[in-house]
């Protein structure tokens, strides 16, 4: 579990583009709405060359509630509008005193750009001032996390250097386009908190984690996320409350003795502490991320990689590595620079959601570098 780049500063210019982009387009929504809501108040005949098809046909939907208007073409768009011009004055009245909510830049920004811990406050604040209800139209077609998907979401991800997943360091989340420009492949979106449950935040800029399939949909799934019981990637810091380890046992393979690594996770953090709560839970079904993300069973399939490691320490003789070692120190490289010669990986914290299984690495590399020191 890799924390989503530390660089405060590169964080903030990607969340300040996106919800700059954001806030553009929902803007355009409110207008949009508020046109549906003059016509349908409107006296005059309500033609063809009045409505325009693609902007109004969803936006009617959300100004009625009624998501069984059918809008085929353009000539029953105007039907449907004629038919239910003047009339649910109730509903309109509350659409319009929502949207001046809505049209309000200050509470729109608060609850796209802040942070975590905060969003709940600004969601219960904002929630109090809105006819809401559940399931509402006007909800989905503001808040409408597909519709921002491909031009606004991710490009968070790219835009933050997140190539592979933060929840499980295993897999890429690299985006990948075909020539018309559509997405093959990329990082799914986690909504930390629950999107049925908090429809104000779909499109929260620290509630949406670039991930990938696994993570959202295989593992975390439905599953309810809180801060105080579950690791956020923008958030907590997981190095230091978790750590790779391995045993190993010898067996007999074709007359030779062939060691078996299993890799195992050493508890860093203490019982009762908050940091323990959020990797390891509290006890309560599906809380502590590392039982989430299964973690230690997923992990315990990189035997192979605990191996080369070992073997890169071991090969020819116990003097090798560090020869390597020694002789890059003299000339002036650093243990850095030897570390990615050498095992192939990143060296710092910061870098490990550049390259799959760079905390399993390092945190190998360190245990046996302890044993056997590489650096004076």
């Known amino acids: 579990m890799i924390r989503i780049n530390a660089n ?52 009617i939907k959300a100004v009625l509630n009624d998501s069984t208007i059918k809008s085929g073409s353009k000539k029953d768009l105007c039907e449907n509008f004629e038919i239910r011009r003047n009339k649910n004055t109730e509903r309109i009245n509350k659409v319009k005193e929502d949207l001046k909510v809505y049209g309000d830049k200050k509470t729109l920004y608060k609850i796209i750009s802040f942070l975590p811990n905060e969003l709940m406050f600004e969601q219960s604040n904002l929630h109090c001032k809105l006819n ?39 897999n890429f989340i690299t985006h990948i386009q075909s020539k018309g420009q559509k997405r093959i492949i990329g990082p799914t979106f986690d909504h930390f ?56 046992t010898t067996i007999k393979k074709n007359s030779k003795d062939k060691i078996v690594f299993t890799p195992t996770i050493k508890e860093n953090a203490k019982k009762g502490t908050k940091q323990y709560k959020l990797m390891y839970g509290d006890g309560r079904k599906n809380t502590g991320s590392l039982n989430v993300f299964r973690i230690k069973e997923i992990y315990a399939s990189h035997n192979d990689i605990i191996e080369e490691v070992h073997s890169k320490f071991d090969e020819t003789s116990p003097h090798y590595v560090k020869s390597i070692a020694q002789k890059l120190e003299k000339m002036g490289c650093s243990e850095e620079e030897f570390y990615r010669f050498h095992f192939g990986n990143y060296f710092n914290p910061e870098d490990f959601g550049k390259r799959p299984l760079a905390k399993l690495t390092k945190d190998i590399y360190l245990k046996l570098h302890t044993i056997r020191p590489l650096f004076d």
């Not at 590169?10 to 929902?26: H, P, Q, R, S, T």
């Not at 355009?28 to 309500?46: D, G, M, N, Q």
């Not at 800029?205 to 956020?232: A, D």
Request: proline share 4%; glycine share 2%.
């Open 132 to 170: 809401y209800r559940e399931g509402d139209e006007l909800i989905f077609y503001l808040f409408n996390y597909d519709f921002y998907y491909d031009d606004y979401i991710v490009p968070i991800a790219q835009g933050l250097d997140i190539n592979v997943c933060p929840y499980c360091n295993r």
């Open 193 to 248: 908190f629950h999107q049925a449950e908090n429809p104000f935040l779909t499109l929260s800029f620290y509630n949406l984690i670039p991930s990938c399939s696994v993570c959202n949909s295989n593992l975390k799934n439905q599953k309810r996320f809180y801060l105080e019981t579950h690791w956020h990637p923008y958030v907590n810091e997981a190095g230091s409350s978790f750590q790779f380890d391995y045993t190993f």
């Open 8 to 59: 405060s500063t590169e964080i903030e210019e990607v969340k300040e583009a996106y919800v700059k982009k954001v806030m553009l387009v929902f803007n355009k929504r409110i207008k949009t709405l508020k046109k549906v809501i003059k016509l349908l108040e409107s006296k005059a005949p309500i033609t063809e060359s009045v409505l325009d098809y693609n902007e109004f046909r969803v936006a």
